[in-house]
């Protein structure tokens, strides 16, 4: 069994910063990919940002110079700077994690998903 659980999100003004954290914790073998979403009232969820075990970094068009993702493999923890916010980045942001966990006598690889943390930008 894996969790996720992200903090951080806040309300803040346009052009201001927030930091969101994503604390992995379970029977964990090895997170492959973590990476950041977001979902807009009306919209699809969207991929913002991902980072893979060897520290390879992509971004949405959207963020790209803005946003900041990184990973603290000790700890099973991702991190998301967000500077420069627009109203438009407006959303719930969810924490994704490419997991190999214990199950039982056997190992299973399976996706995992955090409840989500708010993130309003107005002013």
């Known amino acids: 069994q894996v969790q996720l659980v992200e903090s951080g999100g806040d309300l803040v003004q346009p052009g201001g910063s927030l930091r969101l954290s994503c604390a992995a914790s379970?029977?964990?073998?090895?997170?492959?990919?973590m990476g950041w979403y977001r979902q807009a009232p009306g919209k699809q969820r969207e991929l913002v940002a991902a980072i893979t075990t060897t520290g390879s970094t992509n971004y949405a068009d959207s963020v790209k110079g803005r946003f900041t993702i990184a990973r603290d493999r000790a700890k099973n923890t991702a991190y998301l700077q967000m500077n420069s916010l627009k109203p438009e980045d407006t959303a719930v942001y969810y924490c994704?994690?490419?997991?190999?966990?214990?199950?039982?006598?056997?190992?299973?690889?399976?996706?995992?998903w955090g409840q989500g943390t708010q993130v309003t930008v107005s002013s």
């Open positions: 994704n994690a490419d997991v190999g966990s214990y199950r039982g006598f056997t190992t299973h690889r399976d996706d995992y």
């Open positions: 379970g029977s964990i073998i090895r997170i492959y990919t």
